[in-house]
Structure formats: C-alpha cells, structure tokens
C-alpha cells in the first residue's frame, strides 16, 4: 500500500490543524495505520493509532484528548484531527499502516507516508 499524508502548516498555539493519510495500491481496510512525528533531533515517536474497521484506537498520553484519529475507509483516507496545539507539537508527522496490530514502535511499520510538516508558534 502507498501512503501520502498532507495538510501540515504552520498554526498558532491553540490552533487546530487536521492531516490526512491518503491510501492506495491495496485494500486500506486490511491495515492498522499510525501516526508518528519527528522533532528535529529527537527519535520518531507514537502519535496515535487506529485498527483496521475503526474498532479501536490508541493515544500517546501527550495527545490524548487533544488529538483525534479517524479513517474513512470507502475513501482510503486517515485522518489526525489536531486541535489545542503546542509549540512541542511541532515537528514532521508521518502516517504508517502494517499488517499486523498496531504498535508504539515505529520500526515494525511496513508503509510509510512521506511526512508533513506541522509548525506550531508561540
């Protein structure tokens, strides 16, 4: 499957932004899909996740209520709905689907979007 993720920009503090993860090649349905972010300097790290069917999701606890992640799969499309953002919010922030359940550990990931940059200000 090839992921192409898009809708990062540069926002204020407290702003809302929403990425999106289009899929295509295979059925997005057969694939848990992730989103991770990368600071510049600091190891990739869990964002948030969501199963296959949309019957489950999970959070790093740095988002969690802050962050949203969804899917659409007749659209072969995910979604991070981010709002209340901060400045540490801001790095690079990658989609990625696996076979398997998901994980915190992004080097078991199989497909990997190209990243969008996601730029908070103070």
């Known amino acids: 499957v090839q992921l192409q993720a898009s809708g990062g920009g540069l926002v204020q503090t407290g702003g809302s932004l929403r990425l999106s993860c289009a899929a295509s090649g295979r059925t997005f349905n057969n694939y848990d899909m992730s989103w991770f972010r990368q600071a510049p300097g600091k190891e990739r790290e869990f964002v948030a996740a969501?199963?296959?069917?949309?019957?489950?999701?999970g959070y790093a606890d740095y988002v969690k209520g802050r962050f949203t992640i969804s899917r659409d799969n007749t659209q072969n499309t995910g979604y991070l709905q981010m709002n209340s953002l901060k400045p540490e919010d801001t790095a690079v922030y990658f989609c990625?689907?696996?076979?398997?359940?998901?994980?915190?550990?992004?080097?078991?990931?199989?497909?990997w979007g190209q990243g969008t940059l996601v730029t908070v200000s103070s």
């Open positions: 969501i199963r296959r069917g949309a019957v489950g999701t």
């Open positions: 990625a689907a696996r076979e398997g359940v998901y994980s915190f550990n992004y080097l078991i990931y199989d497909y």
